[in-house]
């Protein structure tokens, strides 16, 4: 993909993309196995605090929660970028999975991760287009209202991180 083109059209429609989030425990933020890139999975942060915390259904609203998945998402792809170099190798987006802090009553969960999932169209146009989950949970790291983990096609990692030559010093 255009690494350029998708930071214009970030800035078309009023975002910018995030620093890539540093891993909140033991983990990596994306491993690439071949041509698949998985993202770790993502908790809405803007200026060190988390955003909408909460429960949906009880203090966060839909609209609240579908703007921390959208925010999620974008973290998602800064972490790809960071991972990646650049936006060039990715193909497309193949997964997401957006689980949701709710009380046991609440049922909108597909309109919440709508926030994630026409974020990812609005940025990358058809590539953006995925299967998805969308999942009820009790309770988030941090008190997260939502977190975002995504899989995404790339070329093949081998490509990205040519082997080195073991002969060369």
Same mark, same amino acid.
């Given at each position: ?88 190798? /990715?193909? $497309?987006? @193949?997964? #997401?999975? &957006?689980? %949701?802090? *709710? ?9 919440? !991760? ?25 309770? /988030?790291? $941090?008190? @997260?209202? #939502?977190? &975002?983990? %995504?899989? *995404? ?9 040519? !082997? ?6």
């Amino acid at each position: 993909m255009d690494d350029e083109r998708i930071l214009e059209r970030l800035t078309e429609i009023g975002e910018e993309l995030p620093d890539a989030p540093k891993p909140l425990a033991a983990y990596l933020p994306v491993v690439l196995s071949g041509s698949a890139a998985f993202v770790a999975g993502q908790v809405p942060i803007a200026d060190g605090a988390l955003v909408h915390p909460g429960l949906l259904g009880e203090s966060v609203t839909v609209a609240d929660g579908a703007a921390a998945a959208r925010r999620a998402a974008l973290q998602a792809l800064a972490a790809l970028r960071a991972e990646l170099g650049s936006f060039g190798p /990715l193909r $497309r987006i @193949s997964h #997401v999975t &957006v689980y %949701v802090a *709710a009380t046991s009553g609440f049922v909108e969960h597909p309109e919440v !991760a709508n926030g994630a999932s026409e974020l990812l169209v609005e940025v990358l146009g058809e590539p953006g287009r995925h299967a998805r989950a969308a999942v009820g949970v009790a309770s /988030l790291p $941090r008190g @997260s209202c #939502v977190e &975002v983990a %995504v899989t *995404a096609e790339i070329s093949p990692a081998d490509e990205i991180y040519p !082997a080195e030559d073991p002969g060369s010093d």
